[in-house]
């Protein structure tokens, strides 16, 4: 079974940005989105992008603001986040299967990375 690993996480200030990755531990032929989850809530789809990147969608809560993309031929996808908000603080998941209206039937998912925004 493929194995994700995310990086990228931490601490910034409200405003700030970031950069997470997701390395996965084999080829890709399928979508690829994250997923975050807040402390106390349930894990949300924050965006999803397909193979050939020709289709993306967002969570209208993050649009404008993260960017999502993959490097096929490294087996990563990554997500850019900027304009970070305190409310934007949540371990953020990696997930390869994610349909592309934001669903996960079998997806399989990364052990996550903590995102927190300091106001």
């Known amino acids: 079974q493929v194995q994700l690993e995310e990086s990228g996480g931490g601490l910034v200030q409200a405003g700030g940005s970031l950069r997470l990755s997701c390395a996965a531990s084999?080829?890709?032929?399928?979508?690829m989105g994250w997923f975050r989850q807040a402390p106390g809530r349930e894990r949300e789809f924050v965006a999803v992008q397909s193979y050939n990147g020709r289709s993306t969608e967002y969570a209208d809560s993050v649009k404008g603001r993260f960017t999502i993309s993959r490097d096929n031929t490294k087996n990563t996808v990554h997500l850019q986040l900027i304009s970070l908000k305190p409310e934007d603080t949540a371990v953020y998941y990696c997930?390869?299967?994610?349909?592309?209206?934001?669903?996960?039937?079998?997806?399989?998912w990364g052990q996550g990375t903590q995102v927190t925004v300091s106001s």
């Open positions: 084999a080829h890709i032929l399928s979508n």
């Open positions: 997930a390869l299967g994610v349909a592309l209206d934001g669903t996960c039937r079998l997806c399989t």
